[in-house]
């Protein structure tokens, strides 16, 4: 590969662009000029030429030093901060804080110091411009500060945010370990439920797990918005992967009860939407899938009919409070989506006019289909109610945690939040996963990523504003994916994963405002850290007290391949026997997962070689449960491996176990196969027992099978720990 210029490397270099990075394999790999032209171009930067390229670098350059001050700074507590201001040479500059409680700190009461800086002067346009740096206390309060700058007549400020050097696990825990369910909340029915899984069962399946066997957390799937067709129609087909939504901040209206909304009780005939219930519950007990887009279609005619009643005077307060709380976001989102029905869900194909939240016919829209777009926004109201109640439900059944939220890694190319969000993500590029020892080809996400310069000149505001949302009503969440908020494989748009590069994050800051955020929420963070990991990731992680994740499966010694002993996994992490990309366990000792990828032709090598090899994974499981006396000698039943493997769970240190919802009722079937999209019915599976039939919650409750599992888990994190 030809080398590359040394202006396209240190352009990329200061832009946190990777000219080369090593892959799964240890190789050390060169990426080609068009990749860094392309992802340079997501980020603004004409690089096509030596000439774009000295002129970008200049340009750069100049940017800097036309600063006052950086666009945000970020410290940890207990940490003197420093960071540099830029005035005219010579002149004076004056610093001070505003607290985020409106405190102002000055002069010598803000303890703020001049240190040596002896960077030389910078000619901008004929003005010399000195830089000065300042050290911050260490012992300022954590929050959202502003730190103001004053030089002559000239004014700035910029945003100062300090965050927990630790978060560590919530006081409610204390130091005791705990256990929780994990589940895809759209496949546990119940005979009230409308075909899928809804907030009301999710409050009581919290509450049995809870009260019945002392379940401290109930760890969900991303419940973010997808797109949903609305009166109109024209959404399309609801895409089906939580991890594929059209927002992150706001919530699924599927998840919706459309029975506990208090108007509901105010209909005058409450029979048409009984009767819109019952077609899709006969619907749902003829199929062995999900239909969201039929489900929905009767919800959303109910929600409509329940819209229209009259609220009283407290409930128009309680509506008014939450849309001043969500502000402009909300109304975007709702105007995104009422467009959406209008027009379809591709903003790119939509009229120029309403392209940009802050196009001309953007406005004039939504006056006009007012209606429309208060349906929308009335619907997330409903969700936020419903959510606080599943929330308080959890607690006041004895969770110390409650529920736990999962945030998905990105958003669709062309959904609400990439049209809301547009100016602070990379258009031109999807986000991904370089090729690795599973995938070969690398992944192809389709989502546009966050611009961290972007980002760094919003002072982050677009992201704190998903951390508040997601930690609401929740006391927890799942980072899927979390190395991407230090560095994510950018693809451009037309090229392959295996022609993307990685672009750095400002971690400090990102994982800081995670911190921030949970800490305010009472809550614990769990990062998913599998895969392509830098080994200081992981470290990083644990010295701020977030958690990583362990499966089972993938615990190896690395020297020998062999399981890794229980006494060797990490202490602070989250550690589950399988999770919702692999079969539930007792498919996965039956190998079905080898089954289900030869049958879609996703196997790289013969379907009896792939066998032979998870028959020695699951043998050397076999033989360690066996060393530490956890499974006898023709102890083989499913029952009893899948008991047994939840066992040796207890033996980790591991600070938070998960129990998979699946492996409780004996569930073999995958909810989803990477690599796939319509071959195989992702994201679109019930619950099911092992013999395949369909398990309703109101069964769950007093199946003896769930409840043995669940209380094995609950007795070997007691030992250690008695109540």
């Not at 797990?209 to 379940?215: C, F, N, V």
């Not at 128009?316 to 029905?341: I, P, S």
């Amino acid at each position: 590969m030809t080398e590359l210029a040394p202006s396209l490397v240190e352009l990329a270099r200061q832009l946190g662009i990777a000219t080369s990075y090593q892959d799964w394999s240890g190789q050390q790999v060169l990426v080609p000029e068009a990749t860094l032209v392309a992802v340079l171009g997501a980020l603004g930067v004409s690089a096509g030429t030596e000439h774009d390229r000295n002129a970008a670098l200049s340009a750069h350059l100049r940017s800097h030093w036309a600063r006052s001050l950086p666009p945000t700074i970020v410290g940890r507590a207990g940490t003197q901060l420093r960071f540099w201001v830029h005035v005219t040479h010579g002149a004076p500059a004056e610093v001070w804080l505003q607290l985020e409680d409106g405190t102002e700190l000055s002069g010598p009461e803000s303890r703020i110091v001049q240190v040596d800086n002896f960077t030389p002067p910078f000619d901008l346009h004929g003005r010399q411009v000195g830089e000065a740096s300042f050290l911050l206390p260490g012992d300022l309060p954590l929050g959202y500060h502003r730190v103001h700058l004053r030089s002559g007549d000239h004014q700035a400020s910029a945003a100062l945010i300090v965050t927990p050097d630790w978060l560590g696990l919530p006081e409610a825990l204390g130091t005791r370990r705990a256990w929780g369910l994990a589940t895809q909340l759209y496949s546990v029915r119940s005979r009230r439920s409308w075909g899928s899984g809804d907030l009301c069962d999710l409050g009581d399946l919290a509450l049995w797990s809870a009260w019945a066997h002392g379940a401290d957390y109930l760890l969900v799937n991303p419940l973010h918005a997808a797109c949903l067709p609305g009166p109109g129609g024209r959404s399309g087909r609801i895409e089906p992967s939580p991890y594929l939504p059209t927002s992150r901040r706001f919530v699924n209206p599927l998840y919706l009860r459309v029975e506990a909304i208090p108007e509901y009780a105010e209909l005058p005939k409450r029979g048409r939407v009984r009767a819109l219930r019952d077609r899709v519950q006969r619907r749902a007990a003829r199929m062995d899938t999900i239909d969201r887009d039929g489900d929905w279609a009767a919800k959303c005619a109910a929600l409509q009919l329940i819209h229209a009643v009259p609220r009283s005077a407290g409930r128009e307060l309680a509506y008014g409070a939450f849309r001043a709380r969500e502000g402009r976001a909300l109304d975007d989102f709702a105007t995104w989506c009422a467009l959406a029905d209008k027009h379809g869900t591709d903003w790119y194909q939509w009229p120029k006019s309403v392209r940009h939240p802050d196009a001309p016919g953007v406005a004039a829209f939504a006056a006009k289909n007012a209606a429309a777009v208060d349906f929308h926004r009335w619907l997330q109201w409903q969700l936020d109610e419903q959510l606080a109640a599943a929330q308080s439900q959890a607690i006041r059944a004895g969770m110390a945690l409650g529920i736990m939220h999962d945030l998905a890694v990105g958003v669709h190319p062309t959904g609400a939040d990439a049209w809301a969000l547009q100016d602070a993500l990379a258009l031109g590029v999807t986000a991904g996963a370089p090729p690795d020892e599973f995938n070969q080809l690398g992944q192809d996400w389709s989502q546009p990523p966050w611009r961290p310069d972007r980002l760094d000149e919003l002072e982050y505001r677009p992201f704190r504003a998903l951390i508040q949302a997601v930690l609401r009503h929740a006391g927890g969440v799942r980072i899927d994916h979390i190395i991407g908020l230090f560095r994510l494989w950018w693809i451009p748009e037309g090229r392959p994963p295996t022609e993307g590069t990685y672009v750095r994050y400002d971690h400090e800051a990102m994982i800081g405002i995670v911190a921030l955020e949970a800490q305010r929420a009472g809550a614990v963070v769990v990062g998913e850290d599998l895969g392509t990991v830098e080994p200081w990731v992981r470290d990083y992680l644990l010295l701020r007290g977030l958690l990583g994740t362990s499966i089972l499966w993938f615990e190896k010694d690395e020297a020998t391949g062999a399981p890794l002993p229980a006494e060797r996994w990490r202490e602070y992490c989250l550690s589950s026997v399988t999770t919702h990309d692999l079969p539930p366990t007792a498919g996965y000792l039956a190998g079905d997962h080898v089954q289900l990828r030869d049958s879609l032709g996703l196997l790289t090598r013969p379907a009896e070689v792939e066998q032979e090899a998870a028959g020695c994974e699951r043998a050397g499981w076999l033989a360690e449960l066996r060393r530490v006396g956890l499974l006898a000698d023709g102890e083989d039943s499913p029952e009893e491996l899948i008991l047994a493997l939840y066992r040796y769970l207890g033996r980790t240190p591991s600070r938070l176990l998960g129990v998979a919802l699946t492996d409780a009722v004996g569930d073999r079937r995958t909810q989803n196969q990477p690599g796939t999209t319509d071959e195989y019915p992702n994201w679109r599976v019930p619950l099911t027992g092992p013999d395949g039939r369909p398990v309703l919650l109101e069964e769950l409750f007093t199946d003896p099978r769930a409840a043995e599992l669940l209380e094995a888990v609950h007795a070997v994190i007691l030992p250690a720990h008695p109540c």
